[in-house]
Protein backbone atom coordinates (compact mmCIF):
# COMPACT_ATOMS: atom_id res chain seq x y z
CA UNK A 1 0.00 0.00 0.00
CA UNK A 2 0.85 3.70 -1.44
CA UNK A 3 0.96 6.82 -0.31
CA UNK A 4 0.73 8.97 -3.56
CA UNK A 5 1.08 12.55 -3.15
CA UNK A 6 -0.33 14.98 -5.59
CA UNK A 7 0.35 18.46 -6.08
CA UNK A 8 -2.15 21.04 -7.49
CA UNK A 9 -1.09 24.46 -8.42
CA UNK A 10 -4.06 26.68 -8.88
CA UNK A 11 -3.39 29.80 -11.02
CA UNK A 12 -4.96 32.05 -8.26
CA UNK A 13 -4.37 35.37 -9.96
CA UNK A 14 -6.49 34.74 -13.35
CA UNK A 15 -9.13 33.17 -10.98
CA UNK A 16 -9.09 36.58 -9.11
CA UNK A 17 -8.92 38.80 -12.43
CA UNK A 18 -11.72 36.66 -13.65
CA UNK A 19 -13.96 36.42 -10.80
CA UNK A 20 -13.43 40.35 -10.53
CA UNK A 21 -14.26 41.54 -14.25
CA UNK A 22 -17.48 38.87 -14.20
CA UNK A 23 -15.88 36.51 -16.60
CA UNK A 24 -16.74 33.77 -13.92
CA UNK A 25 -18.78 33.48 -11.08
CA UNK A 26 -17.82 33.56 -7.59
CA UNK A 27 -19.88 29.99 -6.59
CA UNK A 28 -20.43 29.18 -2.92
CA UNK A 29 -19.31 27.15 -0.32
CA UNK A 30 -22.33 24.63 -1.68
CA UNK A 31 -22.20 25.47 -5.27
CA UNK A 32 -18.85 25.69 -6.17
CA UNK A 33 -18.38 27.26 -9.79
CA UNK A 34 -17.20 24.58 -12.19
CA UNK A 35 -14.22 25.54 -13.58
CA UNK A 36 -14.66 22.22 -16.76
CA UNK A 37 -12.57 19.92 -17.40
CA UNK A 38 -9.57 19.04 -19.63
CA UNK A 39 -9.04 22.23 -22.19
CA UNK A 40 -11.36 24.74 -19.89
CA UNK A 41 -10.01 23.35 -16.74
CA UNK A 42 -5.85 23.05 -17.56
CA UNK A 43 -6.10 27.40 -17.75
CA UNK A 44 -6.40 27.34 -14.20
CA UNK A 45 -5.25 24.31 -12.58
CA UNK A 46 -2.45 21.89 -13.28
CA UNK A 47 -1.64 18.72 -11.13
CA UNK A 48 1.39 16.41 -10.67
CA UNK A 49 2.18 13.23 -9.20
CA UNK A 50 5.07 10.48 -8.93
CA UNK A 51 5.31 9.57 -12.70
CA UNK A 52 4.89 5.90 -11.44
CA UNK A 53 1.42 6.79 -10.67
CA UNK A 54 0.59 9.01 -13.55
CA UNK A 55 -1.33 7.23 -16.30
CA UNK A 56 -2.26 8.81 -19.81
CA UNK A 57 0.19 11.37 -20.58
CA UNK A 58 -1.82 13.46 -18.31
CA UNK A 59 0.95 14.64 -15.76
CA UNK A 60 0.75 18.56 -15.04
CA UNK A 61 -3.05 18.55 -16.24
CA UNK A 62 -6.18 19.42 -14.52
CA UNK A 63 -7.68 16.06 -15.10
CA UNK A 64 -4.45 13.90 -14.34
CA UNK A 65 -5.26 10.25 -14.25
CA UNK A 66 -3.52 8.88 -11.54
CA UNK A 67 -3.24 4.45 -11.15
CA UNK A 68 -3.77 3.24 -7.65
CA UNK A 69 -4.42 0.21 -6.35
CA UNK A 70 -6.63 -1.32 -3.00
CA UNK A 71 -5.70 0.16 0.22
CA UNK A 72 -3.25 3.05 -1.48
CA UNK A 73 -4.04 6.68 0.24
CA UNK A 74 -4.14 9.35 -2.22
CA UNK A 75 -3.23 12.29 -0.63
CA UNK A 76 -3.66 16.23 -2.59
CA UNK A 77 -1.75 19.20 -1.53
CA UNK A 78 -3.07 22.86 -3.04
CA UNK A 79 -1.09 25.70 -3.42
CA UNK A 80 -1.15 28.99 -5.90
CA UNK A 81 1.45 29.25 -8.59
CA UNK A 82 2.40 32.18 -6.73
CA UNK A 83 3.22 30.08 -3.62
CA UNK A 84 -0.10 31.30 -1.97
CA UNK A 85 1.49 34.67 -2.03
CA UNK A 86 -1.30 36.92 -3.31
CA UNK A 87 -3.85 34.53 -2.73
CA UNK A 88 -4.26 31.62 -1.18
CA UNK A 89 -6.29 28.43 -2.07
CA UNK A 90 -7.09 25.19 0.05
CA UNK A 91 -9.21 22.18 -0.31
CA UNK A 92 -12.73 22.12 1.38
CA UNK A 93 -14.51 19.02 -0.09
CA UNK A 94 -14.61 16.10 -2.41
CA UNK A 95 -17.22 13.90 -4.04
CA UNK A 96 -16.28 10.66 -5.32
CA UNK A 97 -18.37 8.02 -8.42
CA UNK A 98 -18.39 5.79 -7.46
CA UNK A 99 -19.03 6.76 -3.69
CA UNK A 100 -17.88 3.70 -1.95
CA UNK A 101 -14.33 3.45 -4.40
CA UNK A 102 -12.95 6.14 -1.79
CA UNK A 103 -13.45 6.35 2.18
CA UNK A 104 -15.37 8.83 2.74
CA UNK A 105 -15.34 12.27 4.35
CA UNK A 106 -11.57 12.44 3.18
CA UNK A 107 -9.04 13.43 6.22
CA UNK A 108 -8.87 16.62 6.12
CA UNK A 109 -5.53 17.91 8.24
CA UNK A 110 -3.66 21.12 8.70
CA UNK A 111 -0.63 21.10 10.70
CA UNK A 112 2.97 22.87 10.88
CA UNK A 113 6.56 21.46 9.83
CA UNK A 114 9.84 22.54 10.27
CA UNK A 115 11.50 23.85 6.50
CA UNK A 116 14.30 25.25 5.65
CA UNK A 117 15.69 28.26 3.48
CA UNK A 118 18.31 29.97 2.37
CA UNK A 119 18.34 33.68 2.71
CA UNK A 120 20.42 36.12 1.12
CA UNK A 121 20.80 37.16 -1.89
CA UNK A 122 22.06 35.06 -3.82
CA UNK A 123 21.06 32.45 -1.51
CA UNK A 124 23.64 30.51 0.67
CA UNK A 125 23.78 27.09 -0.11
CA UNK A 126 25.46 26.17 3.18
CA UNK A 127 23.93 27.54 5.98
CA UNK A 128 19.84 27.63 5.27
CA UNK A 129 17.48 28.87 7.97
CA UNK A 130 15.12 27.29 9.99
CA UNK A 131 11.29 28.25 9.43
CA UNK A 132 7.30 27.10 9.78
CA UNK A 133 5.49 26.27 7.29
CA UNK A 134 1.89 25.55 7.28
CA UNK A 135 0.90 22.26 5.69
CA UNK A 136 -2.64 21.64 4.57
CA UNK A 137 -3.18 18.17 3.15
CA UNK A 138 -6.50 16.37 2.24
CA UNK A 139 -6.25 12.23 1.95
CA UNK A 140 -8.35 9.29 0.73
CA UNK A 141 -7.92 5.42 1.07
CA UNK A 142 -8.92 3.53 -1.80
CA UNK A 143 -11.32 0.95 -0.72
CA UNK A 144 -12.44 -0.42 -4.53
CA UNK A 145 -10.50 -2.35 -6.86
CA UNK A 146 -10.93 -2.69 -10.71
CA UNK A 147 -12.71 1.27 -10.96
CA UNK A 148 -12.30 4.35 -12.57
CA UNK A 149 -12.92 7.08 -9.91
CA UNK A 150 -14.11 10.52 -11.42
CA UNK A 151 -14.18 12.87 -8.36
CA UNK A 152 -14.43 16.76 -7.88
CA UNK A 153 -12.38 18.72 -5.76
CA UNK A 154 -13.41 22.22 -4.35
CA UNK A 155 -11.18 24.67 -3.26
CA UNK A 156 -12.04 28.38 -1.89
CA UNK A 157 -9.39 31.17 -3.13
CA UNK A 158 -8.50 33.83 -0.92
CA UNK A 159 -7.23 37.93 -1.22
CA UNK A 160 -4.21 37.38 1.40
CA UNK A 161 -4.58 41.62 1.14
CA UNK A 162 -7.81 41.40 3.11
CA UNK A 163 -8.90 38.01 3.84
CA UNK A 164 -11.72 38.53 1.82
CA UNK A 165 -12.98 35.04 -0.02
CA UNK A 166 -12.86 35.45 -4.01
CA UNK A 167 -14.65 32.48 -4.98
CA UNK A 168 -14.86 28.67 -4.38
CA UNK A 169 -14.02 26.47 -7.47
CA UNK A 170 -14.55 22.59 -8.34
CA UNK A 171 -13.17 20.29 -11.54
CA UNK A 172 -12.99 16.88 -11.36
CA UNK A 173 -9.81 14.44 -12.26
CA UNK A 174 -9.31 10.65 -12.37
CA UNK A 175 -8.29 7.25 -10.34
CA UNK A 176 -7.96 4.50 -12.13
CA UNK A 177 -7.95 1.54 -10.25
CA UNK A 178 -6.21 -1.43 -10.25
Same mark, same amino acid.
Given at each position: &????????????? =????????? =?????????? %?????????????? &??? #? +????? $?? @?????????????????????????? $???? @???????????? %????? #???????????????? +??????????????????????????? %???????????????? +?????? &?????????
Amino acid at each position: &MSTINVLIAVDGA =SLASQVSDG =SISEGSANSP %TNLGSYGSSNVFIS &MIA #P +NSFVC $NS @TQGQSELQISANGGDTIEWAITTFDN $NFDQ @TAYLYAGAFNPA %TAINT #PLSFACGQAYAYLALG +NPPSSSNPTKFINQVSTVSGTILQIGV %TIQYTLSFVLVDNSNG +NIIGHF &MWDPFIVVN
